[in-house]
């Protein structure tokens, strides 16, 4: 009699652990980024196939800066970068230095799973990992180039002030009948901010590039309304604002098409931040 | 294919109808209900104009057993649902369908089922055809009884909705264990106890609900939400108390505006009964305990629970009138309930004894401070009372004047809050009174008086939505029912606004009984209102016209 009636409070105890979630005070809501709104189009696209590489850095972290070496040998603009910041440990800012840790590189961080920096991803791709000095990205990026264009892409933004009023247009060259999302980043160039060097040195005036500064979807895209067959268009408009301290004229914006369940990245594309001229 | 084997198996239920057995050795039984209603447009009462002149509700169902296995199905048909039902509803099909083992130790049901798990308020599948609900889990119900007096369940599914099934997967255990029956030394003792533990959790997909603070901020949802049950159902000699305590985990939806204030509820109800007494109190406290399978659903559709009542139903015309309704978003009040029979031979009790039912409840809602809207925690409770939502107090005397007569005298006074049912408007105060006699004139004839008054301080006013409620003001009813034999009856009623109200309701009803076939019909009013069983309640539109049911059974 104790042993069943022990069962019986254990097994409901046990369900009770494992099927209830319990969201903590002030993660109520979360961030869902800007509406991307959807038109089909009849335009035809070229079908550019790129690469997206997502590299995780941080200021305090001395093996960084091998990593940006690697990277920088790449001068192929098919290839998009962005370089976000980790958010504990040796990503913490200096003190009285730029923080460029974002919410949306957070939650990306996490997902990965990073813990430890430089750290790099192609294409969003968690079965290929590049630590350190990036070992054999710059060969496995040429090779991902090569692969066949499902979905064709291309973007445009104009920049006023805080705020940036984007076009993406989005061609599938060949069917994808799963759902897949798009995600509108800004990243910002020539940030000059304090780095840790591999001799443990500091440098003052290191230049960061790609540095992820916004997630203007939310943080997983936004869903795309479209069947996925082949030749169907689409263009979507999306506006966003941006913080003060982020620079619009050293920006340029990155949009990537991802599966929404796998969340792997089959096309991407960078474009900068156009302003219109003042007449006067 | 469905809508074949479905005809097949009602060819073959009716085919028994005779015999009733012998289908591979088994029994066949099941019934069927027809509801029909044509009406027309009535400006007085609200009565709105059907299109489609008749509209129907009907259902037949068909029950197989042959020993330890069994099976069913229930065709319904709307079409169009009656007033009052959900248009969803329209359509018609298989609306349920099920097999099942019942073993010594083990019973288990494929299919569409019903379940409860202790007063219900973690968890009740049910169905009430009257007020348009059916929330069977369409999935698997398993129950053990290793040994006597111990029960465990465990049911997973998703609900009913109409001619669907929500998006929400429950899933829940229960165990309870009779301790008289597995515990020696309790056979004999006068000591009684029941112990019981429920878990019910449900999953639903992530969707995107924007924050009201912020349009780039949505909430972060919790995809799975638990509710865990204690209780205890005790008693010793002619006492007993059942008690059951529930908490609920976050679980932003619709009902509560998305807020994650996390949900509790407590239930006591103690009672004492020795011959010719009985009396019972009854407290309740409910805070956030809105539980359905779908967050984003209004109405009474897709709750995965229930929460009783602790109001009297009440069968009269106006102590019915104002019915409560279950505030699953908080609620806290009390009711008790004496009945005595005063012994023949009595000053009271006279020749035949005297029968007095007391009965009192009343129910405020919860003391609270709002912290936020949808995204936040949405509040905090206070330990005080609320706002006053129903009250009610009623004595009831019954006494046989002699073998033929019989009488029954209600005094009712009623505090009815129209905030219960969404509605503006300050308290109505009601008095009610009710005679109702019964002369059994010879054998097989009966008849029955009833003349009810209801003077209320709430009054009828169209161009005011705080006073446009058609049951204000002042009543009188007369009713008289004629049974003629054992297969006729026929009944006239009518219900008159004769102050600071509107509406003149009459029915004329007649129905033929023979054997387990019972055909009414009624040509009449019907006032909008609120019907509620048990604290659920459904709308009931006005209405002006025929009515007429059928119902059978084999």
Known sequence: MKKIFIGIIGIIGLMGLVSCDKIEEGEYTVYDGAKVTWTSTSSSLTPVQRVYVEKFTGPRCSNCPLADATLSTIHDERVVMVSINHPTGQGIPYPGQPDLRTDGGTVWDKWYGVNAIPAAYINRDLSQQYLGDMGNIVGDINQALTAKCVVALEASAYGALDEVDAVIELQFVTDYLQPVTVTVALVEDSLVYRQLLPDNSVDDNYVHNHMLRKVATSYWGADLEASGTAGESLMGRVDFTIDSDVNLEKSHMVVFVSDKATRKVLNCVQCGITFEVDEK | ?554
């Open chain 2, 1 to 554: 294919m469905i809508k074949r084997i479905f005809t097949l198996a009602l060819l073959a239920a009716l085919g028994t109808t005779v015999s009733a057995q012998g289908l591979l050795g088994g029994h066949v039984t099941g019934n069927v209900q027809m509801d029909g209603q044509m009406s027309r447009a009535d400006s007085v009462i609200g009565a709105q104009d059907v299109p489609e002149k008749l509209l129907m509700n009907a259902r037949a169902d068909v029950l197989y057993t042959n020993g330890d296995f069994s099976a069913g199905l229930r065709f319904e048909l709307y079409q169009n649902p009656l007033l009052g039902f959900d248009a969803r509803y329209s359509g018609q099909g298989l609306a349920n369908y099920f097999v099942a083992y019942n073993g010594e130790k083990l019973s288990v049901t494929a299919g569409h089922f019903y379940e409860q798990f202790g007063s219900g308020m973690i968890l009740r599948a049910y169905e009430d055809r009257y007020l348009g609900l059916d929330n069977a889990l369409l999935g698997m119900n398993v129950q053990l009884r290793p040994v006597q007096g111990v029960t465990i369940k465990g049911v997973i599914g998703r609900q009913k909705i109409f001619w669907e099934y929500g998006e929400g997967l429950v899933r829940g255990i229960d165990g309870e264990v009779n301790l008289g029956s597995v515990l020696g030394f309790m056979k004999e003792s006068k000591f009684r106890a029941t112990l019981g533990a429920g878990f019910v959790s449900k999953y639903e997909d992530d969707e995107v609900i924007p924050s009201s603070a912020n349009p780039e901020m949505r909430l972060n949802l919790p995809l799975n939400v638990g509710a865990t049950s204690l209780r205890a159902d005790l008693g010793y000699g002619n006492w007993s108390l059942q008690t059951e305590y529930v908490i609920k985990g976050q679980d932003p939806s619709a009902i509560n505006g998305y807020v994650y204030h996390p949900g509790q509820a407590l239930l006591l109800n103690l009672i004492y009964s020795q011959r010719g007494f009985s009396a019972s109190v009854q407290a309740k406290r409910i805070d956030n305990m809105g539980f359905k399978s779908v967050r984003s659903q209004s109405g009474e559709m897709l709750y995965i629970n229930y929460l009783p009542a602790i109001t009297k139903n009440h069968t009269y015309a106006f102590l019915s009138m104002y019915p409560y309704a279950t505030q699953v978003n908080g609620e806290q009040g009390l009711q008790a309930d004496v009945m005595y029979k005063v012994k023949k031979g009595t000053f009271l009790g006279g020749e035949n004894g005297l029968d007095l039912h007391l009965n009192g409840s009343a129910v405020f809602g919860l003391d609270t401070t709002v912290t936020g809207g949808a995204g936040t925690e949405g509040y905090t409770v206070n330990g005080g009372l609320g706002e006053t939502l129903y009250g009610d107090v009623s004595l009831e005397i019954a006494k046989k004047l002699s073998k033929a007569v019989k009488y029954t005298v209600t005094y009712a006074y009623q505090v009815f809050n129209p905030v219960v049912e969404n509605e503006p408007g300050d308290l109505h105060h009601n008095h009610i009174v009710v005679a109702d006699v019964l002369w059994k004139v010879s054998k097989g004839h009966s008849l029955r008086f009833e003349a009810e008054w209801m003077g209320s301080d709430s009054h009828y006013d169209a161009d005011d939505p705080a006073h446009n409620d058609r049951r204000a003001g002042d009543w009188i009813m007369g009713l008289v029912e004629w049974n003629i034999g054992t297969h006729w009856f026929l009944s006239a009623s009518d219900q008159y606004a004769y102050n600071d109200g509107v509406g003149n309701y009459y029915n004329l009803t007649v129905g033929y009984t023979h054997g387990a076939t019972r055909l009414q019909i009624g040509y009449g009013k019907q006032r909008e209102g609120l019907l509620c069983i048990g604290g659920v309640c459904r709308v009931v539109p006005a209405s002006n016209g025929l009515t007429f049911s059928l119902t059978t059974s084999f």
